[in-house]
């Protein structure tokens, strides 16, 4: 199938078209910078998704997988309204089969930066609305809204020892994920999966369920 995946240079976006490719998909991926990916299946194009004018002209897109995104730097400009622009352009058409978003536990407990945590959120009921629309195609859209994921963008806390250890006391699992990891549950979400639809998928080692519940002894 064709898939199209944005923010590929790193991180998630990456470690995706890395398991599309091995899987055997024919992939393009979407970034403002280079990226290393080598493969006789890649397409790569430079390019913001922000910069609508220029976005690359592929046409009869299969999967469509939202991943390109920021934090704390035009937050809805880029997580929320670029990502419906892309959406809106090579997702809502008769070849789709998946539209999937990646979106952020943060929209789910509100506890992150301030816009962040609104565009996710606003990343959460535009996939319900999508799932509506693309239903008539047979398609599923659902967002996947990982936690602490062993990124370069989160290197900064992941080298801090003393922020490292409050963040691992908040996660049940003591771990974060790794792209890796993120990357199964988006192939199965957009290529196993063929009914769940419109759901927000919290995959966050249960950092979300870990409430402090405190009592006497």
Known sequence: MKVLITGTSQGIGKAIAELFLKKGHTVVGIDRQKTSIEHSSYT???????DTDNLPDVKDVNILINNAGTQNEADIDVNLKALIYITEKYGIQERIRSVLNIGSASAHTGSEFPEYCASKGGVL???KNVAMRVAKYGATCNSLDPGGV???LNECVMNDPQLWKQIMDETPLKRWATPEEIAQWAYFLSVTNTFCTGQNILVDGGESINYHFVWKE
């Open 44 to 50: 790569h194009f430079v390019c913001d998704v922000r």
């Open 125 to 127: 009921s535009y996939t």
């Open 150 to 152: 062993l990124t370069p």
